[in-house]
């Protein structure tokens, strides 16, 4: 059974940043993708930012040269650093991870993230 486990959420002022962790039951070296989705209330799930095998990167247009992914191989463990944040980065962010040895994707339970202006 694969869990993840979110952290790093919390209150901060427009400008501030937030360092969010994603912390993994099982190995992450054999991901096929890691990723954080963030859901802000009356909206859908959106891809925030991805790393795939091979450690390549993908980022919504909202946040790029802001957010940067990355993961700790050792720690099981993929971050998401978040600088320069704005009120409309204000969601539940969530930790998705597909692995190579497996069909399911796996979800975590989601930490807060609100950004006051």
């Known amino acids: 059974q694969v869990h993840l486990v979110e952290s790093g959420g919390g209150l901060v002022q427009a400008g501030g940043s937030l360092r969010l962790s994603c912390a993994a039951s099982?190995?992450?070296?054999?991901?096929?993708?890691m990723a954080w989705y963030r859901q802000a209330p009356g909206k859908q799930r959106e891809l925030v930012a991805r790393?795939?095998?091979?450690?390549?990167?993908n980022y919504a247009d909202s946040v790029k040269g802001r957010f940067t992914i990355s993961r700790d191989n050792a720690k099981n463990t993929v971050y998401l650093q978040m600088n320069s944040l704005k009120p409309e980065d204000t969601a539940v962010y969530y930790c998705?991870?597909?692995?190579?040895?497996?069909?399911?994707?796996?979800w975590g339970q989601g930490t807060q993230v609100t950004v006051s202006s």
């Open positions: 998705n991870a597909n692995f190579i040895w497996s069909a399911n994707g796996y």
């Open positions: 790393i795939i095998r091979g450690d390549s990167t």
């Open positions: 099982v190995s992450i070296f054999s991901i096929d993708a």
